[in-house]
């Protein structure tokens, strides 16, 4: 779910704007923090009752996991109380988005994590990366400034702010705001190619509208950013590739719900690779970043009548396949229904076929959760990253009240569930905006972010991902794709 924006190419050097530990709340958290909620009818309702009373869903806010899957612990939300989003991990630190800032882990025992420090820093969805000593959040909401303190502002207003901002979390206790780079309508997401001396940002905005002042269509392309590391107030746009050059998918009404390309929602890096796969609302594409400044599409695909809106992108080990997801309803929707079905708000597996500038993506098949979730759960494919198993392609994913799926996709026409945990319905009678944004596998553990429930930790024990554990990273960023080799 998106909220309406505007931006500018512009660099803010020099800034000194404040950054606010969470105790004295200094800022105005983001309006658009808490999940909007919607009753259901009232047959409906008695469908949901009904289904928890014959145990055929958990009841509300019931936990249920299969057999391998232990869930060690929960923390609830503490001072930031909007919606949590995107995770990133660094040694023995978590670091967690939220519309109202960050939150930084200690998970050095995976089993009691500690809260080292809490950021109140308001600015919607707050997709959040690490790379070294800075730590990169995207705003894709109106601002009335850069700062900490910023409220919101109407779109149409020229002085408007959003974009990317830069922390330094040399000291993990105390992260200080360094830097600021307005973009073309916000940032929605951010894509990292980390370099020794630079690091390019890929930035992912979309849906331009002709009354905001500097976000205006055509916007056929992402923003890349670089960040110089010993100098990151200095950071700036140096460039505005066009993917769509034709425009891209123009959706509705030439292809019935199906959303118009005007823009990319994620992008995912394969840096040893110098490839990247795009998810851009209406196309899929692949990306030859062998220059990092320069990205340039060499395939592109569409699914006109299985998916709604391409949302993000996942690689398997070698990077010879992408899981795509389409994040039908836009996270808000009950999809997870045999009304929907299971070709509709799922993953689209695609092997890469070819070499070089021949390299093609191929679709193989979907992959969505076997539970059907009630009417009142937001439910529909989102976040997830690989389990580093040899010679086998596994991942873990958030489908929002849906849960954590783990699955395996080693044989791409044939992709099977071999794990799972969930929630039952935050509600039993209202749509409520809920569940994992993000599941994520890191030094043998998973970590989902819960919308309304908090940081969750996860373990599973199965002989198919035993080969993970000896897998240990230094920093893991899901977006950028390690070379788990």
């Given at each position: 779910?998106?909220?309406?924006?505007?931006?500018?190419?512009?660099?803010?050097f020099?800034?000194?704007?404040?950054?606010?530990?969470?105790?004295?709340a200094?800022?105005?958290?983001d309006p658009?923090?808490?999940?909007?909620?919607?009753?259901?009818?009232?047959?409906q309702?008695?469908?949901?009752?009904?289904?928890?009373?014959?145990?055929?869903?958990?009841?509300?806010?019931?936990?249920?996991?299969?057999?391998?899957?232990?869930?060690?612990?929960?923390?609830?939300?503490?001072?930031?109380?909007?919606?949590?989003?995107?995770?990133?991990?660094?040694?023995?630190?978590?670091?967690a988005g939220n519309?109202d800032g960050?939150v930084?882990?200690?998970?050095?025992?995976?089993?009691?994590?500690?809260?080292?420090?809490?950021?109140?820093?308001p600015?919607?969805?707050?997709?959040?990366s690490?790379?070294?000593n800075?730590?990169?959040?995207?705003?894709?909401?109106?601002?009335?400034?850069?700062?900490c303190?910023?409220?919101t502002?109407?779109?149409?207003?020229k002085?408007?702010?959003?974009?990317m901002?830069?922390?330094?979390i040399?000291?993990?206790?105390?992260?200080k705001?360094v830097?600021?780079i307005?973009?073309?309508c916000?940032?929605?997401?951010?894509?990292?190619?980390?370099?020794?001396?630079?690091?390019y940002?890929?930035v992912?905005?979309?849906?331009?509208?002709?009354?905001?002042?500097?976000c205006?269509p055509?916007?056929?392309?992402?923003?890349?950013?670089?960040?110089?590391?010993r100098?990151?107030?200095?950071?700036?746009?140096?460039?505005?590739?066009?993917?769509?050059?034709?425009?891209?998918?123009?959706?509705?009404?030439?292809?019935?719900?199906?959303?118009?390309?005007?823009?990319?929602?994620?992008?995912?890096?394969f840096?040893?690779?110098k490839?990247?796969?795009?998810?851009?609302?209406?196309?899929?594409?692949?990306?030859?970043?062998?220059d990092?400044?320069?990205?340039?599409?060499?395939d592109?695909?569409?699914?006109?009548?299985?998916?709604?809106?391409?949302?993000?992108a996942t690689?398997?080990?070698?990077g010879?396949?992408?899981?795509?997801?389409?994040?039908?309803?836009?996270?808000?929707a009950?999809?997870?229904?045999a009304e929907?079905?299971?070709?509709?708000?799922a993953?689209?597996?695609?092997?890469?076929?070819?070499?070089?500038?021949?390299?093609?993506?191929v679709?193989?098949?979907?992959?969505?959760?076997?539970?059907?979730?009630?009417n009142?759960e937001?439910?529909?494919?989102?976040?997830?990253?690989?389990?580093?198993?040899?010679?086998?392609?596994?991942?873990?994913?958030?489908?929002?009240?849906?849960?954590?799926?783990?699955?395996?996709?080693?044989?791409?026409k044939?992709p099977?569930?071999?794990?799972?945990?969930e929630?039952?319905?935050?509600?039993?009678?209202?749509?409520?905006?809920?569940?994992?944004?993000?599941?994520?596998?890191?030094?043998?553990?998973?970590y989902?972010?819960?919308?309304?429930?908090?940081?969750d930790v996860?373990?599973?024990?199965?002989?198919?991902?035993?080969g993970a554990?000896?897998?240990?990273?230094?920093?893991?960023?899901v977006?950028?794709?390690p070379?788990?080799?």
């Amino acid at each position: 779910m998106r909220p309406r924006h505007l931006g500018t190419v512009v660099v803010a050097f020099g800034l000194l704007a404040s950054l606010f530990a969470v105790s004295p709340a200094a800022a105005t958290p983001d309006p658009g923090a808490t999940p909007k909620s919607e009753r259901v009818s009232n047959g409906q309702a008695d469908e949901v009752k009904a289904a928890i009373k014959d145990g055929e869903i958990p009841g509300v806010d019931e936990i249920v996991h299969s057999d391998n899957v232990s869930h060690l612990t929960n923390i609830p939300k503490q001072a930031l109380k909007g919606t949590n989003s995107d995770l990133a991990f660094q040694g023995k630190y978590a670091f967690a988005g939220n519309y109202d800032g960050f939150v930084i882990y200690d998970i050095s025992n995976p089993k009691q994590p500690k809260t080292v420090s809490q950021v109140l820093c308001p600015g919607s969805q707050n997709d959040i990366s690490v790379s070294g000593n800075l730590l990169f959040l995207s705003t894709d909401s109106s601002r009335s400034d850069n700062s900490c303190n910023s409220t919101t502002q109407p779109a149409t207003e020229k002085s408007s702010w959003e974009g990317m901002k830069v922390f330094d979390i040399s000291d993990k206790t105390e992260p200080k705001y360094v830097a600021a780079i307005e973009t073309s309508c916000g940032s929605h997401t951010h894509t990292l190619v980390p370099e020794r001396d630079n690091v390019y940002i890929y930035v992912s905005s979309y849906s331009p509208d002709a009354t905001f002042p500097d976000c205006q269509p055509p916007h056929d392309g992402i923003s890349v950013i670089k960040v110089p590391r010993r100098a990151p107030e200095k950071s700036a746009v140096v460039d505005f590739p066009v993917l769509f050059p034709d425009g891209g998918n123009p959706g509705a009404p030439t292809n019935p719900g199906v959303s118009k390309t005007t823009g990319c929602h994620d992008i995912t890096s394969f840096p040893k690779l110098k490839l990247a796969a795009g998810a851009c609302m209406g196309d899929g594409v692949l990306l030859d970043i062998a220059d990092p400044a320069k990205p340039r599409v060499i395939d592109r695909v569409e699914d006109n009548v299985n998916f709604a809106f391409w949302h993000s992108a996942t690689f398997n080990e070698r990077g010879n396949k992408v899981v795509f997801t389409d994040e039908l309803g836009g996270g808000g929707a009950a999809t997870c229904n045999a009304e929907v079905g299971p070709n509709h708000g799922a993953d689209g597996i695609y092997d890469i076929v070819g070499k070089g500038d021949h390299r093609k993506l191929v679709f193989r098949n979907y992959y969505k959760i076997p539970r059907y979730q009630a009417n009142t759960e937001n439910c529909v494919a989102h976040n997830g990253s690989l389990i580093p198993v040899k010679g086998r392609d596994i991942m873990v994913q958030a489908w929002y009240q849906g849960g954590v799926s783990i699955w395996e996709f080693t044989d791409s026409k044939n992709p099977k569930e071999i794990g799972y945990f969930e929630r039952g319905p935050i509600s039993a009678d209202t749509l409520v905006g809920g569940g994992s944004w993000s599941a994520y596998y890191y030094n043998g553990y998973i970590y989902s972010n819960d919308i309304a429930k908090g940081f969750d930790v996860l373990k599973i024990d199965d002989r198919r991902t035993d080969g993970a554990r000896s897998v240990r990273l230094s920093e893991l960023n899901v977006q950028t794709q390690p070379d788990y080799r």
